[in-house]
T-cell receptor, first 114, second 115 residues
């Protein structure tokens, strides 16, 4: 059974510092990995999707890397802002699964202090 | 934002009553999903659909049923609501293009309280 872990569960950084969020998964045979952001009481917003054949994806201040062999992905957020405060979730899809069924990590709650 | 609408957004119901949650999409995506989110358990898949009338169970399907009679609508039914089904329910959609799945998009959620 695929298990996804995100450590730490919470972190606080001063504004302007780079954020590094970790995601690990137990089964390296994944189809893709997706990072989401969730604001309190809201739905999930997709940030980045990395296909299994890719090593990284970038969007603006966000960069996500994927190392399947070690079962890890890292989300980097450059020059953090108070508006980046949210919970960040990673999710993986198992290879050969019927449909893009996601297995989620528990999330990292981020607070960026002004 | 992806065109996903969940209804109702909030509902309080009594134990033992049936409840139906609706997910409506305007993206014409083939795949639709129902997840629940609970403190300490994160997001877990309840049921999903890979086409009209094609559905399958997820990780936590007991006590739930689904139906998909049209591409745009995916219904989640709690046949007889229990307090353990108090949760936030999310609908998601996805598509497959050139053999690869696109990113999954989520609705705003339905907060269900069973008293």
């Amino acid at each position: 059974k695929q298990e996804v872990t995100q450590i730490p569960a919470a972190l606080s950084v001063p504004e302007g510092e780079n954020l590094v969020l970790n995601c690990s998964f137990t089964d390296s045979a994944i189809y893709n990995l997706q990072w989401f952001r969730q604001d309190p009481g809201k739905g999930l917003t997709s940030l980045l999707l990395i296909q299994s054949s890719q090593r990284e994806q970038t969007s603006g201040r966000l960069n996500a890397s994927l190392d399947k062999s070690s079962g890890r992905s890292t989300l980097y957020i450059a020059a953090s802002q108070p508006g980046d405060s949210a919970t960040y979730l990673c999710a993986v899809t198992r290879i050969k699964a019927a449909g893009n069924k996601l297995t989620f990590g528990g999330g990292t709650r981020v607070l960026v202090k002004p | 934002d992806a065109g996903i609408t969940q209804s109702p957004r909030h509902k309080v119901t009594e134990t033992g009553t049936p409840v139906t949650l609706r997910c409506h999409q305007t993206e014409n995506h083939r795949y639709m999903y129902w997840y629940r989110q609970d403190p300490g358990h994160g997001l877990r898949l309840i049921h999903y659909s890979y086409g009209v009338k094609d559905t399958d169970k997820g990780e936590v399907s007991d006590g739930y049923s689904v139906s998909r009679s049209k591409t745009e609508d995916f219904l989640l039914t709690l046949e007889s609501a229990t307090s353990s089904q108090t949760s936030v329910y999310f609908c998601a959609i996805s598509e497959a293009k050139t053999g690869l799945f696109t990113e999954a998009f989520f609705g705003q959620g339905t907060r269900l309280t069973v008293v």
